[in-house]
């Protein structure tokens, strides 16, 4: 969300980006719902989009969009509407570290972020890398090696392997973290100050498992082997740096404090919908996916609806649940 309320939705399926105002208001700001590539309209809502996957606002206020079956990084400048290319030239391979990123190749880029410096963060899911594109246009890889899997944690990011890398967030101290999922086992990671790669949590760690059974409300819980079938979707921070966590497979969303407690804050565990109005964790959720925060630490999560597969925005609120924007056509990647 931008200072004034409103947020941005890369609404994946219908090629567009989307903002909701304070009021509530839905815009199209980027995108046609058409895929074929046309260029960089004078007008971004003239420009075809593919499958957009991720947003992010730069300090100057235009919108980041990764462009991601495109290939390529958009820029959207919100004042006059119109829309530029700044990085990938829209093959699919590894190429052009070291050189401007628009002539650089990416391979279906999905998350994106905007460090204090005004650099440009980008998982190169594809490619397994991430890759940051300066202020002057210059881009190069920041971690991993292109090799597929989670190895290297504890040493040089650029040297360690990366699966996948999905969301990619900064806490408040400006710190990288990105989801890299494995199979049945997703991972947070994050890359330090001094860039080293270290795991922050995963899916089979015991005070994660141990979590999930004391926040299910019906049923019984599974252990074990079965107990590590589940998903990190995506991931977001508030400014006391509080992790929050969409549990995709749990249908539930998490807490994790700067101390390592982790905690549900929504979701009963069942796939369901009802509770709005009512304390979150007493609320139940269908597959919760896209997370953002506002800046009063308001949470905003995606979800879906089991009666007639709506997407829902629904923002947790001092601990109680409210929905924000119920749309039938809405198909969400990102939230901002």
Do not use: C, W
């Not at 899916?203 to 107990?227: F, N």
């Amino acid at each position: 969300m931008d200072d004034q309320g409103t947020l941005y939705i890369a609404d994946r399926n219908n090629n567009r980006i989307r903002s909701v105002d304070s009021q509530g208001m839905i815009t199209t700001i980027a995108g046609t719902g058409q895929q074929d590539y046309n260029g960089d309209a004078e007008v971004a809502r003239e420009t075809n989009l593919y499958l957009p996957f991720g947003v992010a606002l730069k300090p100057d206020g235009s919108l980041l969009v990764i462009d991601r079956s495109h290939y390529r990084i958009r820029s959207v400048d919100l004042k006059r509407g119109s829309i530029k290319t700044i990085a990938g030239n829209g093959k699919k391979m590894f190429a052009g570290d070291g050189g401007p990123a628009t002539g650089a190749t990416l391979s279906f880029p999905h998350g994106i972020a905007v460090d204090k410096n005004d650099n440009v963060l980008v998982s190169d899911k594809g490619n397994y890398r991430i890759r940051k594109i300066s202020p002057d246009g210059t881009i190069q890889t920041i971690a991993g090696n292109g090799i597929r899997g989670n190895i290297g944690d504890d040493k040089p990011a650029e040297e360690a392997s990366i699966y996948g890398a999905t969301s990619l967030k900064l806490n408040n101290k400006g710190e990288m973290f990105l989801i890299s999922p494995s199979g049945f086992v997703s991972l947070i990671r994050m890359i330090d100050e001094k860039g080293v790669m270290r795991k922050v949590l995963d899916t089979v760690t015991p005070k994660y498992l141990d979590s999930i059974e004391k926040s299910k409300y019906k049923g019984k819980v599974q252990t074990g082997e079965l107990a590590t079938i589940t998903h990190f979707s995506d991931f977001a921070f508030d400014k006391k740096g509080n992790l929050f966590i969409s549990d995709r497979l749990n249908h539930q969303i998490r807490k994790v404090d700067p101390k390592g407690v982790i905690t549900t804050i929504a979701g009963t565990g069942e796939s369901g919908y009802y509770g709005d109005g009512g304390p979150a964790k007493e609320a139940a959720f269908r597959d919760p996916s896209a997370l953002a925060t506002d800046k009063e630490g308001n949470l905003i999560s995606q979800t879906e609806q089991i009666t007639s597969f709506e997407k829902l925005i629904q923002k947790v609120l001092s601990q109680r649940l409210q929905v924000m924007v119920n749309m039938t056509t809405l198909e969400m990647a990102a939230l901002l």
